[in-house]
């Protein structure tokens, strides 16, 4: 289809690397109806030489119009469109967790017993919740340990303490998925849960400090509060409902 709307795209092609923000840069002008120039910078020396000559610190640059817009996150605000900025708060990475638990628990239930309404569903999504948060706390044990010394109230007493915890939570998790060794689970889920949550209300409602949580890992930007007692309680309350059981 025709269009008037063109734009120029200077964007790094080479052997070894093929700029990923430059694909998405041309994908986002071809969606906003631009006919594309999609310019290569084919070498390292070629694309210093562009930086040089259009006094830009990084490719890819989109022109429209023969004026630069600039790279792939100045042409979203260009559009109107949203620009996420790393440094801000979300809750994204709580939601996926929980959403996946969630429906990886329906799942279960339904391969496994035929049916979603059981109070197993409820059981493997707490359990799966663990396990999940675990992973993300495992993925960087030495990130996570440093941002969990903020506010945990054990481990600023037992430094080793920030270590072993997604170990704990991973083990409790997985030995309540498969319901077994639920002696060991359910101290070990009452214990950690109970801790965290007494760490965190202190430090949030007590203190009324702001701080990142820890609970989806080290490099989150989740803030400290609802969810990581959320987190905690629940633990509590699997321990407390299989110990009743």
């Known amino acids: 289809m025709q269009t008037d709307k063109r734009a120029t795209l200077y964007r790094m092609v080479m052997p070894e690397h093929v700029c990923p923000y430059g694909l998405k840069a041309r994908h986002l002008l071809r969606s906003e109806g631009y006919a594309v120039d999609d310019q290569w910078l084919e070498s390292r020396e070629e694309t210093d030489a562009f930086k040089h000559r259009h ?10 119009d023969g004026a630069r817009v ?6 979203r605000r260009y559009f109107g469109r949203s ?10 990475p709580v939601v996926a967790i929980f959403g996946m638990a969630a429906l990886i628990a329906l799942a279960t239930a339904w391969a496994a017993l035929g049916t979603v309404w059981a109070v197993r569903t409820v059981e493997w999504f707490v359990a799966f919740s663990m396990c999940l948060l675990a992973v993300q706390k495992l993925q960087d044990v030495e990130s996570f340990s440093t941002m969990f010394l903020n506010y945990d109230l054990l481990a600023r007493r037992w430094v080793p303490y920030a270590t072993l915890f997604p170990f704990l939570e991973a083990l409790a998790g997985v030995l ?5 060794l639920l002696w060991v689970a359910i101290p070990v889920a009452f214990f950690i ?22 609970c989806v890992g080290g490099g989150s930007n989740v803030p400290l509060g609802f969810v990581s007692l959320t987190e905690d309680l629940m633990m509590v309350a699997m321990a407390l409902w299989m110990l009743a059981w």
Request: proline share 4%; charged share 20%.
């Open 193 to 214: 849960g109970s801790v965290g949550a007494v760490s965190v209300f202190y430090a949030v409602y007590v203190q009324k400090r702001e701080l990142k949580c820890a």
């Open 83 to 92: 620009v996420q900025d790393p440094e801000a708060t979300s809750y994204r």
């Open 70 to 75: 600039g790279g792939y996150d100045d042409l």
């Open 55 to 64: 006094h830009v610190a990084a490719t890819p640059q989109a022109f429209i």
């Open 176 to 180: 309540m998925v498969a319901d077994a």
